[in-house]
T-cell receptor, first 112, second 112 residues
Framework: NAGVTQTPKFQVLKTGQSMTLQCAQD?????MYWYRQDPGMGLRLIYY???????DKGEVPNGYNVSRLNKREFSLRLESAAPSQTSVYFC???????????FGNGTRLTVT | AQSVTQPDIHITVSEGASLELRCNYS??????LFWYVQSPGQGLQLLLK??????LVQGIKGFEAEFKRSQSSFNLRKPSVHWSDAAEYFC??????????FGKGTRLHILP
């Protein structure tokens, strides 16, 4: 039972480069989330998707785009990476809004 | 929109002592409330959750939390901490729209 799988685990980008972070869950969950974690800032919600075909902005959406490709997959795209986007990114999923989040292992992104 | 505040960035307690971590939320109706723990270099694990019913909830690892509507609080407690409880603790709030917001976290240090 894989749970929530994120790829890649590590990534180094140069300023201005683009990349997509992939996330897939095998629990048939409806909701999926992208958070970033920075020291002293906790987890901040970037985007979330309450169901297949819908996406909504979170607390810090600027500089990011998302795609809910199907019920299993929710990708996060950085079109033009900036050093301020250096962070650890977590994908999560849940069955419904009062259910706990299941987290992936995170992607450590460094933008130089 | 909901928000959550964890007033204490760091807390240090002696092994065997009791613990209380504070969490205050802002939301007009009854929120969904969660506590998660993140050990160094690890992902996030759910400790406990509240969404209705008994205001005192029991979680894993001997933790409990009490929902107090009048104080907009959901404080986490443990009667006797162990060295393995050293970690970062996050309170999170949901408002029924699938949007889950986290606090900035409290880092717990344990003195031997």
């Amino acid at each position: 039972n894989a749970g929530v799988t994120q790829t890649p685990k590590f990534q180094v980008l140069k300023t201005g480069q683009s990349m997509t972070l992939q996330c897939a869950q095998d629990m048939n969950h409806n909701s999926m989330y992208w958070y970033r974690q920075d020291p002293g800032m906790g987890l901040r919600l970037i985007y979330y998707s309450a169901s297949e075909g819908t996406t909504d902005k979170g607390e810090v959406p600027n500089g990011y785009n998302v795609s809910r490709l199907n019920k299993r997959e929710f990708s996060l795209r950085l079109e033009s990476a900036a050093p301020s986007q250096t962070s650890v990114y977590f994908c999560a999923s849940s069955d419904r809004d009062n259910s706990p989040l299941h987290f992936g292992n995170g992607t450590r992104l460094t933008v130089t | 929109a909901q928000s959550v505040t964890q007033p204490d960035i760091h807390i240090t307690v002696s092994e065997g002592a009791s613990l209380e971590l504070r969490c205050n939320y802002s939301y007009g109706a009854t929120p969904y409330l969660f506590w998660y723990v993140q050990s160094p270099g690890q992902g996030l694990q759910l400790l406990l959750k509240y969404f209705s019913g008994d205001t005192l909830v029991q979680g894993i690892k001997g933790f409990e939390a009490e929902f107090k509507r009048s104080q907009s609080s959901f404080n986490l407690r443990k009667p006797s901490v162990h060295w393995s409880d050293a970690a970062e603790y996050f309170c999170a709030v949901g408002a029924g729209d699938d949007k889950i917001i986290f606090g900035k976290g409290t880092r717990l240090h344990i003195l031997p």
